[in-house]
């Protein structure tokens, strides 16, 4: 689990440090990505929902898993990350197809 509300909160690079370590079918978990108006604290500031968006945005290794909401009720949401594809040495699916050889 990465990051609870702190100052500063939680960065994309922690995300995208912490990954590797993270087996295909297991979570990177995000805590609290319920402020900035998510929907607490909207006077936070972007915080780690914002990280999360911005990770996923960079990343096809990881989906949100709302099966992790299921009781509708939770501080963490969109903040269950579960791995999908393995590690491919920092690089997503569509970087490590164009970069192979020819």
């Given at each position: 689990?990465?990051?609870?509300?702190?100052?500063?909160?939680?960065?994309?690079?922690?995300?995208?440090?912490?990954?590797?370590?993270?087996?295909?079918?297991?979570?990177?978990?995000?805590?609290?990505?319920?402020?900035?108006?998510?929907?607490?604290?909207?006077?936070?500031?972007?915080g780690p929902?914002?990280?999360?968006?911005?990770?996923?945005?960079?990343?096809?290794?990881?989906?949100?898993?709302e099966?992790?909401?299921?009781?509708?009720?939770?501080?963490?949401?969109?903040?269950?990350?579960?791995?999908?594809?393995?590690?491919?040495?920092?690089?997503?699916?569509?970087?490590q197809?164009?970069?192979?050889?020819?």
């Amino acid at each position: 689990m990465l990051a609870e509300v702190t100052v500063p909160p939680p960065s994309r690079e922690e995300l995208r440090l912490y990954a590797p370590l993270v087996a295909p079918g297991c979570y990177l978990v995000c805590e609290d990505t319920n402020v900035n108006g998510h929907p607490v604290y909207p006077e936070f500031g972007p915080g780690p929902m914002e990280a999360v968006d911005r990770f996923l945005s960079e990343n096809d290794e990881f989906v949100i898993d709302e099966r992790c909401e299921r009781f509708l009720l939770t501080m963490h949401p969109s903040g269950y990350l579960r791995r999908v594809r393995p590690y491919l040495n920092g690089m997503n699916q569509s970087q490590q197809t164009s970069s192979a050889p020819r």
